[in-house]
C-alpha cells in the first residue's frame, strides 16, 4: 500500500504577492515566529485554488472530493 497520504489535482491556481510592511505583521505572528524575507522585503501571498479528485490514502472523503481553498501566507 501506497504511504501516500493525500492526492489531488490543483485547477485554476492563482496567487497574489505584495508587499507588506514588517511591523504591521509582527504583532500577528505566534510566539517565536519569524517572517522570511526575500530581497529585503516581506511578502504576503493570498493563494486561490480548486482542488478535484482528492484522496486521503487512497479514499474519496464524502463533501470533499472537489471544492475550493484559499490560503493566505
Not at 519569524?34 to 480548486?50: I, P, Q
Not at 464524502?62 to 490560503?71: G, M, T, V
Request: glycine content about 4%; proline content about 5%; some cysteine.
Amino acid at each position: 500500500m501506497s504511504k501516500t497520504f493525500l492526492t489531488a489535482e490543483w485547477r485554476k491556481l492563482v496567487i497574489v504577492n505584495y508587499s507588506v510592511d514588517p511591523s504591521i505583521l509582527i504583532p500577528y505572528l505566534p510566539f517565536k515566529t519569524e517572517l522570511d524575507f526575500w530581497n529585503g522585503k516581506c511578502y504576503v501571498s493570498l493563494v486561490g485554488l480548486r482542488f478535484i479528485n482528492t484522496k486521503a490514502k487512497g479514499f474519496y472523503i464524502p463533501f470533499h472530493r472537489d471544492f475550493e481553498e484559499i490560503n493566505l501566507r
